[in-house]
């Protein structure tokens, strides 16, 4: 059975850090891509990064580059998102997901909806503010 579980979240201050992580169990997360998504109030769920089921070459949107590193350590089964330079726009819960058959980077850098992918974590919210 396919699981994923987030942790890390929490509130920080404008300008600081959180890294979040993403254990994951059910399948080799060798062989798939996977991805961290947000949705804060209101809005519609999107992609932030990615490591793509292709290539394993990490993808991340516009609005977190630079800022935002992707990771995963395959012996531990686990996906991190360091996170700096955090601004109040970042305040949203955060996803893992990954898709056996599609690329999560489709809904990261694709433009693709996130409808497509077939396993997503509970999610774990950040909020920026001071």
């Known amino acids: 059975q396919v699981k994923l579980v987030e942790s890390g979240g929490g509130l920080v201050q404008p300008g600081g850090s959180l890294r979040l992580s993403c254990a994951a169990s059910?399948?080799?997360?060798?062989?798939?891509?996977i991805g961290w998504f947000r949705q804060a109030p209101g809005k519609e769920r999107e992609g932030v990064s990615c490591i793509s089921s292709k290539d394993g070459t990490p993808n991340y949107a516009d609005s977190v580059k630079g800022r935002f590193t992707i990771s995963r350590d395959n012996a531990k089964r686990t996906v991190y998102l360091e996170m700096n330079s955090l601004k109040p726009e970042d305040t949203a819960v955060y996803y893992c997901?990954?898709?056996?058959?599609?690329?999560?980077?489709?809904?990261?850098?694709?433009?693709?909806?996130?409808?497509?992918?077939?396993?997503w974590g509970k999610g774990t919210l950040v909020t920026v503010s001071s």
């Open positions: 059910g399948f080799d997360l060798h062989y798939f891509g």
């Open positions: 997901a990954t898709d056996f058959e599609a690329d999560p980077c489709n809904a990261v850098i694709g433009g693709w909806s996130v409808n497509y992918i077939d396993y």
